[in-house]
């Protein structure tokens, strides 16, 4: 990042490594990071110490971390533009998650609909870690004094906790920490599962056919999208209670660029069959150079971690400027 030019909007988000990045990922966030770099100031960063708020296999994790690398950077993230680093690499992340959380109430972390979610899908490890999770997650924000967070529509409410806590932080102690916004894409902010379009498409998905993956091969692609559940009307048009058709028209359209209703018009008189063939179609092409990409780089593991070594080092010296006002600030002798 350079820092001789006009102060341009920081602007930082991260993903967990939590298993292969799907397609809601990508049209939810990762695509929004790529399009921000040449207007912002961009740092993003792997959220690894979130990923084992669920159960991790330890070889497993060790190859989801650098497949994620690998797999945000074929997106188009340009390390020469943006930072992106690895969260645990970074101890300030860990520090600053402390000192927030003793500033945030039990009742409002009891309130996030994502803890509600997790810990009823992994009731027998509902750990303090899940509970506290987007206290860390505000801690990442925070630490680097971000104006803008994209992210999908799923992440909203731990927005809202970040600019509470901010908020909050600031009234007592002066203006420590700048309020950040969320960023939510009009399309694709929240891609359903292709079986069950009730449910947002997830890395964890049990059910592999709803959940499209950024490496998944074209016929795979193709194949899940021939399966995705539509309805009985046999009409490609938006509308309530259409919740299958609705998603794969969302999709089609985050990635065509295409308005519902000119969807709506290209599919007249055609069937499901031909619908579903075009979405597949356009989604192979849209994640084609990036499987490309990847396999590229995956290659280079000297390369990857010459990135994230650099990037690294940097987001720690940019963190540490938050995290030492903020001790300074509550009365800890530095
Ligand atoms: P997990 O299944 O492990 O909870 P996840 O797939 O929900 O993971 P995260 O790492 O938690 O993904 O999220 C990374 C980013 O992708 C966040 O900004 C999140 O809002 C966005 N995102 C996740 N799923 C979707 C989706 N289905 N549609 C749109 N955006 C999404
Ligand atoms: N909690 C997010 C991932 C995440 C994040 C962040 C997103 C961790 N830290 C900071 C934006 C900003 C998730 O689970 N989707």
Known sequence: ???????????????????????????????????????????????????????????????????????????????????????????????????????????????MTQFKDKSAKHADNINAGLFTYPVLMAGDILLYQADKVPVGADQ???????????????????????????????NGARVMSLQDP???????DENVNGCVHLLDPPEVIMKKFKRAVTDSEACVRYAEG???????????SAVTGQSMEQIENEFAGKGYGD????????????????????????????YLEE???????IALKISLRTLNKVKKKIGFVL
């Open 1 to 111: 990042m350079e820092n001789n030019e006009v102060k341009k909007d920081v602007v930082f988000s991260a993903i967990q490594p939590s298993g292969t990045i799907t397609l809601g990922n990508y049209l939810g966030a990762v695509r929004n990071w790529v399009k921000m770099q040449d207007e912002h100031s961009c740092i993003y960063a792997l959220a690894d110490l979130h990923t084992i708020t669920v159960r991790q296999q330890t070889a497993v994790m060790r190859k989801n971390i650098l497949d994620a690398y690998a797999s945000i950077m074929a997106c188009g993230i340009d390390v020469e533009k943006s930072l992106f680093f690895i969260q645990s690499h970074v101890h300030t992340h860990a520090e600053l998650a402390w000192l927030l959380s003793c500033y945030t109430q039990f009742g409002e972390l009891s309130r």
């Open 156 to 186: 909203k409410q731990h927005i809202e906790l970040t600019r509470d806590i901010a908020e909050r932080f600031n009234g007592l102690y002066g203006n420590v920490f700048k309020v950040p916004e969320g960023f939510i894409p009009k």
């Open 198 to 204: 009730t449910k947002k498409m997830s890395k964890s």
């Open 242 to 252: 259409k919740d299958g058709v609705n998603n794969l028209m969302a999709i089609y």
């Open 275 to 302: 619908f579903k063939t075009a979405v597949g179609e356009a989604v192979i092409e849209e994640l084609r150079p990036i499987r490309e990409k990847y396999e590229q780089l995956i290659q280079d593991k000297g």
């Open 307 to 313: 990135c994230y070594r650099k990037a690294d080092e």
